[in-house]
Nanobody, 126 residues
Framework: QVRLEESGGGLVQPGGSLRLSCVVSGRAFSDLAMGWFRQAPGKEREFVGAINWSGSSTYYADSVKGRFTISTDNVKNTVYLQVSSLKPEDTAVYYC???????????????????WGQGTQVTVSS
């Protein structure tokens, strides 16, 4: 069973940056594609971006393109979400999720991602 543990959230001022981490255990990293989602207060959870295990393919939601970057460290079995140029509307709980590498993970559909972390809070405020 895949276990995911996020960290790195916090309070940051508008324009600031954070790096979120998600450590993966319980399954070979090469069997997975990893996604990041977020859920703002009162809103549905939305796709942020996703990456294959090798890091050679990444996909992002239009709302974060150019500001957020997903990467992997295959030695540490960790996926990162670098969030930059943060805006108040980026305030949300950020979740990492795992999908089978052979699935249609690039479309960002939640139903494809079978394992989820507990989430880490990012608050953007002055």
């Amino acid at each position: 069973q895949v276990r995911l543990e996020e960290s790195g959230g916090g309070l940051v001022q508008p324009g600031g940056s954070l790096r979120l981490s998600c450590v993966v255990s319980g399954r070979a990293f090469s069997d997975l594609a990893m996604g990041w989602f977020r859920q703002a207060p009162g809103k549905e959870r939305e796709f942020v971006g996703a990456i294959n295990w090798s890091g050679s393919s990444t996909y992002y939601a239009d709302s974060v393109k150019g500001r957020f970057t997903i990467s992997t460290d295959n030695v540490k079995n960790t996926v990162y979400l670098q969030v930059s140029s943060l805006k108040p509307e980026d305030t949300a709980v950020y979740y990492c999720a795992a999908a089978p590498s052979g699935s249609h993970w690039a479309y960002g559909a939640e139903t494809v991602f079978r394992s989820w972390g507990q989430g880490t809070q990012v608050t953007v405020s002055s």
